[in-house]
């Protein structure tokens, strides 16, 4: 039986990723912070399959403790302080983790076992002031946020080790992914969380920030498998993972509020605090050789994603304000 090991089990990737990999028959190990907090309810369901241990990637004892202790044959690096706005108020740490904690995470795969597939979680927010349209794998970085830095650093630090130590160490190359676990903080969420609780009539307006930015979205369920296809190749490499579709942030409004029989224009108000700094405008994948070399496609398409978090939401807010 294969096994697994997932930094960043909680969140959404890892989330479906340690899903994915229970009905591929793997066994997972899971790496979560010590928190008081409870934070397991995206793997409640299937926390009784899965082995959780604890580890930091800000501590380099712990991540060579776990690969020890549980010998696993990939590794997949999803765990990372990944919301872009709180990287312009926690530069450093965003770098310890997001940057730094892959280097950490590769340091004990070569010190305890070389022969470890390791899978980097890389992001198109690298790409940035986009260079090239569409982005491909060659397309050149010019991050716009800490963020976007340190997963430069992430990406690179990955190419540097695979070349040097002869590791199977690839990076994803992400496009943004969504899903009804997605956080909150999120623009999507936020959007299906508050088109949700206007439908219900708990609140009115939508408080967002710039709504001409475009994004490439796909469904994260869909993005886990390429996760895995990349770990199956006979020879590691880099793949750039999305829809090579484009919708704006108006576009994702539209069709939330429309699927709810409401206008979005009667409801969101721009708010300056949710503007970027440094806003990255046009992202969209290349994803032809993620296509052609692991055989991958997406499967939910936008209206269906906008849809399927709206109707989760609509389940939510019921849920919580008691509602019928």
């Not at 008081?36 to 409640?44: G, Q, Y």
């Not at 060579?64 to 990372?80: G, K, Q, S």
């Not at 190419?159 to 992400?174: M, P, W």
């Amino acid at each position: 039986m294969p096994k697994a090991l997932i930094t960043g089990i909680t969140g959404q990737d890892g989330s479906y990723l340690a899903e994915f990999l229970l009905e591929k028959g793997y066994e997972v190990v899971g790496m979560v912070r010590r928190s008081s907090t409870v934070t397991f309810a995206r793997i409640h369901h299937i926390q009784d399959r899965i082995t959780l241990v604890s580890g930091d990637l800000l501590d380099q004892g712990s991540l060579i403790d776990i690969m020890r202790e549980h010998c696993p044959t990939e590794v997949y690096n999803l765990a990372a302080q990944s919301f872009v706005p709180t990287s312009w108020h926690q530069p450093v740490f965003t770098g310890e983790v997001t940057a730094l904690g892959v280097t950490r995470v590769l340091e004990a795969i070569r010190t305890v076992d070389p022969t470890i597939r390791f899978y980097q979680a890389s992001s198109s927010e690298m790409f940035g002031k986009v260079r090239e349209v569409p982005q491909r794998e060659t397309t050149p970085f010019y991050p716009r946020s800490p963020y976007g830095v340190a997963k430069v650093y992430g990406h690179w630090i990955t190419v540097n080790y695979r070349e040097s130590y002869d590791l199977f160490a690839v990076s994803g190359i992400l496009f943004n992914h969504e899903s009804p676990r997605r956080g909150l903080e999120f623009v999507t969420r936020k959007i299906s969380y508050g088109v949700a609780k206007i439908a219900l009539g708990l609140t009115d307006q939508l408080a967002l920030g710039t709504l001409e930015s475009q994004r490439d979205w796909g469904y994260a369920g869909d993005y886990v498998h390429a996760m895995w296809l990349m770990l199956q190749q006979d020879a590691p490499d880099d793949y750039v993972v999305g829809t090579g579709q484009t919708h704006a942030v108006q576009e994702f409004c539209e069709e939330a509020f429309g699927h709810v029989g409401l206008d979005w224009r009667d409801h969101v108000v721009q708010d300056p605090r949710f503007m970027r700094p440094a806003e990255v405008d046009l992202l969209v994948a290349d994803p032809s050789k993620a296509r052609r070399v692991l055989g991958w496609e997406p499967e939910v398409s936008f209206r269906r994603l906008v849809r399927m978090m709206v109707d989760h939401d609509l389940e939510v807010v019921r849920q919580e304000f008691g509602l019928p």
